[in-house]
């Protein structure tokens, strides 16, 4: 059994190893094929087109991909089988569609919603270094006993600059440009620019301090 693999995550970090691992686990037999790591972040059009333009090369079975820059909002994730019998599994955000459609069309979509084939802890967000989020050295415990919990306004502070933020369960509960302070996929404490790059933007690297400065009772 082939799995295809293609996303945006770039090869910086460990996500895509990650993955892997977790496919491996649950199906060691399975051969996994990497497309490519490097569409643009966001681009959903890109890998759309990409994966369309591929497919033809790729041996027949389970397609995944994932470029998703509205992770953990309303959007569903999917598993679209095509008339030729292929499956692509991702977002519901238009990436599958034009490669199905390559493919034989959609014969049948279905959500992906069974809690039987998750990992026991399912993270609203996932950890993305490669888009510029700056992960900190808190997790959940740290931060809700002090009273940030999603929704909570915070104000960061890095090199004496200062910023406000939004505790926020996932980038969709903020507008775009915002500051979020969120738990990763790993379960860590965040600090990310919903559409944007944190790091870029505060000129942040590995090691420096971030205050965080939060409301009292």
């Known amino acids: 059994m082939f799995i295809t693999f293609l996303t945006d995550f770039g090869l910086r970090d460990d996500f895509v190893g990650t993955c892997h691992g977790v496919i491996k686990r649950i199906a060691?037999?399975?051969q996994i094929v990497d497309i490519t790591h490097g569409i643009p972040a966001r681009q959903v059009l890109q890998g759309a087109l990409v994966?369309?333009?591929?497919?033809?090369?790729?041996?027949e079975g389970v397609h995944l991909a994932v470029v998703d820059p509205g992770v953990g909002g309303a959007r569903?994730?999917?598993?679209?089988?095509?008339?030729?019998?292929?499956?692509?599994?991702?977002?519901?955000?238009?990436?599958?569609?034009?490669?199905?459609?390559?493919?034989g069309g959609v014969a049948e979509?279905?959500?992906?919603?069974n809690p039987e084939y998750a990992l026991p802890s399912v993270s609203r967000t996932f950890h993305v270094d490669a888009?510029?989020?700056i992960q900190l050295n808190l997790t959940r415990?740290?931060?809700?006993?002090?009273?940030?919990?999603?929704?909570?306004k915070v104000e960061l502070e890095l090199r004496a600059e200062r910023y406000y933020a939004v505790a926020a369960r996932t980038f969709s509960d903020a507008r775009p440009g915002d500051?979020?302070?969120?738990?990763?996929?790993?379960?860590?404490?965040?600090?990310?620019?919903?559409?944007?790059d944190a790091a870029q933007m505060f000129a942040a690297s590995a090691g420096e301090e971030v205050r965080i400065r939060f409301p009292t009772p």
């Open 131 to 133: 888009f510029g989020n």
């Open 51 to 59: 994966l369309a333009n591929t497919i033809p090369y790729m041996p």
């Open 109 to 113: 979509a279905h959500e992906l919603a």
């Open 76 to 103: 569903r994730p999917l598993a679209l089988r095509s008339g030729e019998g292929r499956l692509f599994v991702g977002p519901d955000n238009g990436l599958l569609v034009p490669a199905a459609e390559r493919s």
């Open 141 to 152: 415990d740290d931060v809700e006993p002090v009273g940030i919990v999603p929704g909570t």
């Open 179 to 196: 500051i979020v302070l969120y738990e990763d996929s790993y379960r860590n404490i965040a600090v990310a620019i919903n559409g944007g």
């Open 28 to 30: 060691p037999e399975v």
